[in-house]
């Protein structure tokens, strides 16, 4: 059955058109994109404002929205956020991981999101102990996003050590398979379907031992799969490492063969110029979380650097301090802005790339995140008409969504064709805040 989608205005990479006519194939593909179409055509689904390709969300830990507020109370690091973050771990089941990462998909949907990349390792039960199906979190993820209706990559995440060999801690016993071996058979166990795939992840060079990077990294690489790390979030990663390996973490990644185009660092934020080349001339990606980052006070990374040497960006929002894709987009040219004290190191067009396209890419869906025949009918639609969007042209509505829309501001969402937000609403998720009040409370009891 085909669909047909107007568009009061479209964002045609890299300018915005008006009269925009979407059609949708039964395979939920773009079959045609036809501009300077003044008037709806007959049945066709009206988008009033600004639609947008489907936007990525790269980087995701669902089971960290159950911080938000909670976190933010008081002062700390890095460090002592993560003892919090374990105290939610120890709580979680399938069943009400499967609660929360609905109602957290569900607010990525509504929020414009299309595609998330969950950096998963909350794999076994309390102490470490194996559930009867070995990959039971992972599935209620896939569950989750697909009543959600939102596209998956499942990262699902070696975590084996508590720091450069040593044991997992207590709560880590639930992440840690044993070795890459183990952690290869099981993740083997999962199986692609219809709006998921199944990639790979380092958690970080401090919790894969060197000597199985490698082992991760083919696994990936044999299935032509997604692999991404946590990389030089903290300095003192950096100077954990240096002390075990005598080098960076890049340079450590580089020499056991994780780096490569099928590759996305995450956060990559305390570099060294060597670090920037090897990353750059290899093709590896960069992930910023900028709300993320900056909540966690881990510093500002030299994304610029790293678009120009090779790098390319996508965006995530990683422990969800907040969910929004704009934000993610603008606070990557702010925080530029803050450390250089220079403006315009990214146009509208480009960060919405990064949002879209270069998101979609990153995940192992290199046919999403663009408005053109034959790419995955995803796109999402902005309101120009809100307190924060009314006012400037039409052909400056790329710059208002980057740098003054919310996610608030989201009333369509639609994925493969399919809309799974009408008029600011979930289609079947239709009370996400009160789902989501309730997964989170749930897990303070």
């Known amino acids: 059955m085909q669909l047909t989608y107007w568009a009061e205005y479209a964002w045609l990479d890299p300018v915005v058109e008006p009269g925009v006519v979407l059609e949708v194939s039964g395979d939920g593909l773009l079959s045609a994109v036809r501009k300077g179409v003044d008037a709806p055509p007959a ?24 911080l938000r507020g909670t976190v933010q109370v008081g002062s700390g690091t890095f460090w002592t956020w993560r003892e919090v973050m374990y105290q939610v771990a120890s709580r979680l089941t399938p069943e009400s991981y499967f609660r929360l990462a609905r109602a957290v998909y569900a607010e990525m949907a509504l929020a414009g ?81 219809e709006g998921v795939r199944i990639g790979a992840a380092v958690h970080s060079v401090r919790a894969v031992p060197a000597a199985q990077l490698g082992t991760v990294a083919d696994w990936a690489r044999s299935r032509s799969a997604p692999l991404h790390v946590h990389l030089s979030e903290q300095t003192a990663e950096n100077a954990a490492c240096q002390e075990a390996h005598g080098c960076t973490p890049t340079q450590l990644l580089a020499d056991h063969g994780v780096l490569g185009a099928s590759t996305t660092g995450v956060h ?6 060597e670090d920037i080349r090897l990353l750059g001339s290899s093709g590896t990606g960069t992930c910023m979380c900028p709300t993320t980052e900056r909540d966690l006070a881990d510093g500002i990374g030299p994304a610029a650097d790293l678009q120009r040497a090779g790098s390319p960006l996508s965006l995530g929002s990683d422990s969800h301090a907040v969910i929004d894709p704009f934000e993610e987009a603008r606070a990557m040219e702010l925080n530029e802005r803050l450390r250089t ?33 034959g790419a995955l009918a995803d796109f999402t ?30 009333r369509h969402t639609v994925v493969g064709g399919r809309q799974v937000v009408r008029d600011g609403v979930h289609t079947s998720v239709p009370d996400a805040a009160g789902e989501l009040a309730a997964a989170v409370a749930a897990l303070r009891s």
Not at 130 to 135: I, K, L, M, T
Not at 146 to 168: C, V
């Open 341 to 373: 004290r220079t403006r315009g190191h990214w146009t509208a067009a480009a960060l919405l790339r990064a949002a879209s396209a270069d998101g979609y890419a990153a995940l192992g869906w290199p046919s999403g995140g663009v408005l053109e025949p």
């Open 43 to 66: 049945g066709a689904v009206v988008l009033r404002g600004l639609t947008l390709p489907g936007l990525a969300n790269a980087h995701s830990h669902a089971f960290h929205r159950a």
């Open 268 to 273: 990559n934020t305390h570099l060294t110029p």
């Open 113 to 193: 999101m299309t595609v998330v990349g969950e950096f998963h390792y909350l794999h076994h039960a309390p102490a470490g102990q194996r559930y009867a199906e070995p990959n039971a979190m992972g599935e209620a993820l896939i569950a989750a996003a697909a009543e959600a209706g939102i596209r998956l990559t499942l990262l699902d995440t070696a975590y084996l050590s508590s720091g450069f060999g040593a044991a997992p801690n207590e709560h880590q016993l639930r992440f840690s398979d044993g070795d890459a071996e183990a952690w290869a058979s099981r993740v083997s166990a999962l199986k692609e379907r």
């Open 381 to 410: 639609c902005v309101a120009l008409d809100s307190v924060r969007t009314a006012g400037p042209l039409p052909r400056l509505a790329a710059e208002t969504a980057v740098f003054a829309a919310t996610s608030a501001d989201v």
